[in-house]
């Protein structure tokens, strides 16, 4: 069993910046590849990035490449996802979501065996 938290989600100004951080407890972190996904009011939860235990590899969506990085510190059994350049349309509840492949970079919703509870960002002037 892993438990997820998600922090750094608020409120910012477009062409902003924030910090999202996903604290993992439980069963070993370094056996789960970690991914960030969204949901919008009135949409499906979307795929946003991916990367593996190691930190080796990493997948983005088109709408964030460039923009969002994210990144994984097994000592601290923590990943992040940073975000730049934020837009409006970036508006969502963010979730981390834990997949036990660790090498697997996995982008359907149905292939994540945790999930944390999500962090509200807006984007808005």
């Known amino acids: 069993q892993v438990t997820l938290v998600e922090s750094g989600g608020g409120l910012v100004q477009p062409g902003g910046s924030l910090r999202l951080s996903c604290a993992a407890s439980?069963?070993?972190?370094?056996?789960?590849?970690m991914g960030w996904f969204r949901q919008a009011p009135g949409k499906e939860r979307e795929f946003v990035t991916a990367?593996?235990?190691?930190?080796?590899?990493?997948t983005y969506a088109d709408s964030v490449k460039g923009r969002f990085t994210i990144s994984i510190d097994n000592a601290k059994n923590t990943v992040y996802l940073q975000m730049n350049s934020l837009k409006p349309e970036d508006t969502a509840v963010y979730y981390c979501?834990?997949?036990?492949?660790?090498?697997?970079?996995?982008?359907?919703?149905?292939?994540?065996?945790?999930w944390g509870q999500g962090t509200q960002v807006t984007v808005s002037s």
């Open positions: 979501a834990a997949n036990s492949n660790p090498y697997y970079i996995a982008g359907k919703r149905s292939e994540y065996d945790y």
């Open positions: 990367i593996t235990w190691s930190g080796g590899t990493t």
């Open positions: 439980g069963r070993t972190f370094s056996r789960y590849a």
